[in-house]
């Protein structure tokens, strides 16, 4: 139940995303499709954070330290771009159109997905 809720977290997070930063489009024919598209992208961004995450964190450990973890605004805006390379891969109407929009959705999301987690905890938060 808890993996649910924390996909739910990541696609509503992900469609605030694509509301308020230009550059990152949900491009589906109707709401519906929107829908179903946001939530396999938040799957798609799930996965990619949690198997290539820990080994960037591993590798680039001194580019975070040097960068006092600026650096990691970073990797958060190319994981974001690498999620919509799978994206295409698969034919989903999700757009990012450049490193920029990639930077600031990354943030939008991870302020939004904590804002939302702190609403809606999970039963390991309780």
Do not use: Q
Not at 13 to 33: D, K, M
């Amino acid at each position: 139940m808890g993996f649910l809720i924390r996909l739910v977290i990541s696609a509503v997070a992900l469609w605030i995303t694509s509301l308020v930063v230009p550059g990152i489009e949900l491009t589906g024919r109707s709401g519906w499709e929107n829908a179903l598209t946001v939530l396999v992208v938040a799957l798609i961004f799930g996965v990619v954070n949690a198997v290539l995450k820990p080994i960037i964190h591993v590798v680039g450990c001194v580019f975070y330290v040097l960068t006092l973890g600026l650096f990691a605004l970073v990797v958060n805006a190319l994981l974001f771009l690498l999620t919509d390379w799978i994206a295409h891969l698969f034919d989903l109407p999700f757009e990012i159109d450049g490193f920029w929009p990639a930077f600031y959705g990354a943030i939008v999301m991870a302020v939004v997905g904590w804002l939302l987690g702190v609403v809606v905890p999970d039963r390991s938060d309780r």
